[in-house]
């Protein structure tokens, strides 16, 4: 795993600063835009909410983006997060490489059943 070593720029941040200032919209007028409560656009451009599929989906439509790109920078934050807070998966042991993508594997032999 690559290691990133800044913490990635959280999607609230990017519809604050590359959206909502330009714009000179307000967060209540962006939600009814986006048909959301303030509240929950609010909570994502300050950083405590997350970028759902739905909202992506309402946001690439809002935004002309995709929503691959606001489920990725999501993804890439909450990796970071997930990375850096909590040393517990570290713990895990890696299963042997030689039993890892067997084509008699159990996985292998539910999928060709």
Do not use: C, Y
């Given at each position: 795993m690559?290691?990133?070593t800044?913490?990635?720029?959280?999607?609230?941040?990017?519809?604050k600063e590359d959206y909502l200032l330009p714009l000179s919209?307000?967060?209540?007028?962006?939600?009814?835009?986006?048909?959301v409560s303030r509240k929950t656009l609010s909570k994502i451009i300050n950083e405590r909410g997350t970028i759902t599929p739905d909202m992506a989906l309402r946001?690439?439509?809002?935004?002309d983006t995709t929503p691959d790109f606001w489920l990725n920078l999501q993804k890439n934050y909450d990796l970071?997060?997930?990375?850096?807070?909590?040393?517990?998966?570290?713990?895990?042991?890696?299963?042997p490489k030689n039993m890892l993508h067997?084509?008699?594997?159990?996985?292998?032999?539910e999928q060709n059943a």
């Open positions: 690559k290691k990133m800044r913490r990635p720029t959280h999607p609230g941040n990017i519809i919209a307000t967060i209540k007028d962006m939600a009814a835009t986006l048909g946001l690439s439509r809002a935004f970071w997060q997930a990375e850096t807070e909590s040393q517990e998966w570290k713990k895990v042991k890696p299963f067997h084509h008699n594997s159990p996985l292998n032999s």
